[in-house]
């Protein structure tokens, strides 16, 4: 085979990569991972071979961390570059704390155009017992993101070490959910009361540097 050859076919196969990606990532927002299988994915990114999914990725498993992957490499490119301004800076607080945590995640989106699927998916993964611990896992090898945590946890030094957990889940949550809802109207077609995701992160970073600083009373 010659090296044209093999440039053309190197080609296709990240065509057909990139349009399964796209497409199972579409459909496990607006179905949900276990509604889906790999033939409507195969079917939808137009591949007459149902076999396709399986042979470019493996398990349902292996294209839903495939897909997370994608989209990481940007958020935590963003995230990290935020981490750095934060570290730098002299006495780093909670609200600087929580833009490293929000901000990268709306940044990405934005940047996607429109219409986008992303946060619907991640919505999906984290409702999903099969799915929330692989995609727990693979966020926290982000060290960015674990250097944002290390930070969050010395900022908030007055509440016990269990309501700290507690407080990162819910702020996990929020945000996931939030921009799941905000991606679906826009996809929808309706009012955007946000603004644009500026100020959606805007108003993210307001409630979660409450949540994190509000009291303990239990």
């Not at 990290?80 to 945590?101: F, G, I, M």
């Not at 155009?113 to 998916?121: D, E, I, L, V």
């Not at 099969?130 to 030094?157: F, H, K, N, W």
Request: hydrophobic share 45%; glycine share 6%.
């Amino acid at each position: 085979m010659t090296a044209d050859n093999l440039s053309a076919r190197a080609i296709r196969v990240t065509a057909t990569r990139d349009a399964i990606l796209i497409a199972a990532e579409r459909l496990f927002a607006e179905l949900g991972v276990n509604a889906v299988s790999n033939r409507q994915v195969s079917e939808a990114a137009g591949q007459g071979n149902n076999a396709a999914v399986g042979y470019h990725f493996g398990t349902k498993a292996d294209l839903v961390l495939a897909i997370v992957r994608k989209h990481q490499a940007h958020t935590e490119r963003l995230c990290r570059e935020r981490v750095a301004r934060v570290r730098a800076s002299a006495s780093p607080q909670v609200r600087d704390w929580v833009e490293c945590l929000v901000r990268p995640v709306t940044e990405h989106l934005g940047s996607l155009g429109h219409p986008t699927w992303y946060a619907r998916f991640v919505a999906q993964l984290m409702a999903d017992p099969a799915y929330r611990r692989p995609l727990t896992d693979e966020s926290l090898s982000s060290r960015a993101l674990r250097c944002v945590i290390e930070g969050l946890q010395v900022s908030m030094g007055h509440l016990p070490a269990d309501l700290r957990r507690e407080r990162n889940i819910m702020a996990s949550l929020l945000i996931v959910h939030s921009c799941a809802e905000r991606e679906r109207a826009l996809a929808a077609g309706e009012t955007d009361p946000a603004g644009g995701w500026e100020l959606t992160a805007t108003r993210l970073v307001d409630a979660i540097t409450g949540l994190y600083l509000a009291p303990a009373t239990a």
